[in-house]
T-cell receptor
Framework: NAGVTQTPKFQVLKTGQSMTLQCAQD?????MSWYRQDPGMGLRLIHY???????DQGEVPNGYNVSRSTTEDFPLRLLSAAPSQTSVYFC??????????????FGAGSRLTVL | SQQGEEDPQALSIQEGENATMNCSYK?????LQWYRQNSGRGLVHLIL?????REKHSGRLRVTLDTSKKSSSLLITASRAADTASYFC?????????FGTGTSLTVIP
């Protein structure tokens, strides 16, 4: 099992450019989510999905779009990048722990710099 | 923001000592989880405690939860240099996970 795979690992964009961060998981997890991690801010939820065809907003959704056409993939799109979107982005999927509660499995992260 | 806050922000201890970090949060929760992040890596789940539980153990980890005070603590006993990492609490409400700001732990050999 590869777990949660994020690509690219590093990306530099110019202000106004668009790009897509890819996230794929091979664990048949229904729940997938995107976070951004900034110094001193911890991780903040951008968007999440509880299954194919279903997405919802988290704490900081502005400037980002997502879609979930398959169980495996959950891409994050930046339509017009801004310097404020410079961050490390993590994708995570969820499996139920023995207690029945969901526990997150994280990808390795994608470091994005917007100039 | 629904984020929790950990304290201390940074903690430095000698190998073999115990490390305690605390998490405070703002809303009602289904459960609270602790994650570890090594530098430059994704987070890894450590332990989960449900809202109706007060204490859980897993190996050298002990977590407590006080829902009346909206706080949790993580104790790592007999720390090792390999425990050096950042530790985050995450509160779970419905389908949303809210992470705290993290405690950076350094264990000196």
């Amino acid at each position: 099992n590869a777990g949660v795979t994020q690509t690219p690992k590093f990306q530099v964009l110019k202000t106004g450019q668009s790009m897509t961060l890819q996230c794929a998981q091979d664990m048949n997890h229904e729940y997938m989510s995107w976070y951004r991690q900034d110094p001193g801010m911890g991780l903040r939820l951008i968007h999440y999905s509880v299954g194919a065809g279903i997405t919802d907003q988290g704490e900081v959704p502005n400037g980002y779009n997502v879609s979930r056409s398959t169980t495996e993939d959950f891409p994050l799109r930046l339509l017009s990048a801004a310097p404020s979107q410079t961050s490390v982005y993590f994708c995570a999927s969820s499996y139920p722990a023995p207690s029945g509660a969901n526990v997150l499995t994280f990808g390795a992260g994608s470091r994005l710099t917007v100039l | 923001s629904q984020q929790g806050e950990e304290d201390p922000q940074a903690l430095s201890i000698q190998e073999g000592e115990n490390a305690t970090m605390n998490c405070s949060y703002k809303t009602s929760i289904n459960n609270l989880q602790w994650y570890r992040q090594n530098s430059g890596r994704g987070l890894v789940h450590l332990i989960l405690i449900r809202s109706n539980e007060r204490e859980k153990h897993s190996g050298r980890l002990r977590v407590t939860l006080d829902t009346s005070k909206k706080s949790s603590s993580l104790l790592i006993t007999a720390s090792r240099a390999a425990d050096t990492a950042s530790y985050f609490c995450a509160t779970v409400t419905g389908n949303q996970f809210y992470f705290g700001t993290g405690t950076s732990l350094t264990v000196i050999p």
